[in-house]
């Protein structure tokens, strides 16, 4: 009698992990939704960029897709809720290039395009140039 009441309890187990195996194996795996990219920049990005290397020079260091968030940071001094209405409004915008220094990596400027509209910003805001409508160069400065 024992030996029935195992065997049952045996076919009970494996039918219920030969259930489960079928089940999973039937979805896609979500342990990690994502896949790499081939390449950082567009071929359109990427011949801009190699353009821009060469009228900015050896002294200057270009990085592309950076966050806007990366670069500028809220004001202090601003309630909790404000600070993070304010970060939100940025943290999910990039910029096309970022030019920067070489010895020090310090900030020179920003390009974002697209659309038809181009903005170069620089911590000097009085030299900034901005064509369109894109980000507001006072928020740029340092």
């Known amino acids: 009698?024992?030996?029935?009441?195992?065997?049952?309890?045996f076919i009970a187990v494996v039918s219920l992990v030969v259930a489960l195996i079928k089940k999973k194996s039937?979805?896609?795996p979500v342990d990690f939704p994502y896949?790499?990219?081939?390449?950082?920049?567009?071929?359109?990005?990427?011949s801009f960029l190699g353009a821009l290397e060469k009228v900015v020079g050896n002294g200057y260091q270009i990085f592309a897709k950076v966050r806007l968030a990366d670069i500028v940071e809220v004001n202090q001094g601003?309630?909790?809720s404000a600070r993070q209405s304010a970060f939100n409004r940025i943290s999910r915008k990039h910029?096309?290039?970022v030019i920067c220094n070489a010895r020090d990596l310090s900030i020179v400027g920003a390009i974002e395009g697209g659309m038809g509209s181009s903005l170069l910003l620089t911590h000097d805001r009085e030299k900034s140039i901005q064509h369109g409508n894109l980000y507001n160069t006072?928020?740029?400065k340092a």
Do not use: I, N, T
């Open 1 to 9: 009698m024992l030996k029935v009441v195992f065997g049952f309890l």
């Open 26 to 28: 039937g979805k896609a």
């Open 35 to 46: 896949q790499s990219k081939e390449v950082l920049c567009s071929p359109a990005e990427r």
């Open 78 to 80: 601003l309630s909790s």
């Open 95 to 97: 910029l096309d290039f």
């Open 138 to 140: 006072k928020s740029f």
